[in-house]
C-alpha cells in the first residue's frame, strides 16, 4: 500500500463565549484545528489531528509513496523532522486509523487492548473564583465524574488553594481532586519566572492536606530534583511530561524517577507507536501512565485508543469547562465525545480510530 496524498485542513472557530486557559497568557478569541487526511492507493482514508502541523508542506515529499503499514518506519521518518521542523505526530495518528481499517480492528486492540473504556476526569482549564470553581465541582460530579483537574497560576496562589478548598468542601472526600500548576512548559512569548521550589513546597503541603490526587508539573522540566523533594518531602503524587519534545527525553525522566504518573500526550509530544514504550516503562517500574489530552477531540481520541490499549490510569483527561469548554466546541469538527453516565469513556468499536467528521463543520470553520 502507498500514500498518494496528504492534506491539512485548517479550521478556525470563534470563541463565544470567550475561555481564558489558564496556562495561556495572551487569551485566544478563536480556536484552532488542523485536521490531517491521508489517502493510499486502495481507497483508504485515515484521519488524525491535534497540532497545527505548521509548516509540515516542507516534508510531505518524504512520506507520499510510501507504506503507511510500515509503522516504525513513520514514526522514524517524524522523528527526522524534529530538528527542523514541528512534531507532526498527527499524521501518525492519521496512519493508525488507517492501519486500523486495514485490520478491521480499533486502534487501541492493536496497542494492547487491556480495556474498552476509561474513567475520565473533568479537567477544567480557566481560572475561576472559589465559588465557582465549586461549583463547576459539583456540577461535573453530577455529571457523572469522578474527578476533576483545577488550574492554579503562579502568580495567584492563594486564590488557587481557595479554590480547590472549596471544591473539596461542595464535593466532599468520595470525589478526586488534582492539581496542575502548568510549570514544566511554556505558550510561545511567555517568559515569566517559574514559581521556586520552597514555595511549591508549601504549596504541595497544603494541596496534600486537602486530599489531592496528584500536583502535576509542579516545577520547571530541568529541575527533576526539585520534583523528587517535593515528592519526598510531601508524599504527594507528581505528575508531569505532556509536552517532551521526544520519546528519549521522556525515557530519562522515568529513568531518574522524576514523577509517580508520566503523561505524555500522543499528538503532541511523543506519538502514538512511541507512547506506549513509555507506558510500559512507566508500569514496568511500577509508575503510571495517563496521557494528557488538551488539543481536539480528534486528539483526544488517539490518545483514549492509546490509553485504553496500555491500561492507562487510574483517569484519563477529559477537558471539559463549560460554558467555556464543552465537548461541543472541543470537538466541533466530529461527534462530540461524552461521557457516560458512570463517567467513562467508551472506546469507539469501529476499525481504525473511530471519528466521524462533521464535514458541515468542516466547510463552515474551514480558513482559506
Ligand atoms: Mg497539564
Known sequence: ???????????????????????????????TATLVAVKTDEGITGYGSGDTM????????LFIGTDPMQILN???????INFHGGRYWPLEAALWDIIGQVSGLPVSVLFGGARDRLPAYASSGELKPPAARAESAVAAKERGFKAMKIRIARDRIAEGVSSVRAAREAVGDDFDLMVDL????????????ALPLAKVQNLAAELHDLGVLWLEEPLPQVDVAGAQ???????LQISGGEMVRS???????IEADAFDIYQPDVALAVGMYRARQVAESANLRHRLFTPHTWSNGLGLLANLHVAAGVDAGP????????PGWTPERRDFFMNPLHIDSHGDLIVPQRPGLGVEVDWDAV??????
Open 229 to 235: 523533594r517535593v515528592r519526598q518531602s510531601t508524599g
Open 1 to 31: 500500500m502507498k500514500i498518494t496524498s496528504i492534506s491539512l485542513t485548517r479550521l478556525r472557530l470563534p470563541l463565544d463565549p470567550p475561555f481564558n486557559a489558564a496556562w495561556d497568557p495572551n487569551p485566544r478569541i478563536e480556536f
Open 54 to 61: 505548521d509548516g509540515f508542506a516542507a516534508y510531505e515529499h
Open 363 to 368: 466547510s463552515r470553520f474551514t480558513v482559506d
Open 182 to 193: 502548568n510549570q514544566m512548559w511554556r505558550m510561545s512569548g511567555d517568559i515569566t519566572a
Open 247 to 253: 520519546a528519549p527525553e521522556m525515557m530519562a525522566l
Open 315 to 322: 483517569y484519563l483527561e477529559f477537558p471539559y469547562d463549560p
Open 74 to 80: 513513520q514514526v522514524r521518518r517524524i522523528e527526522t
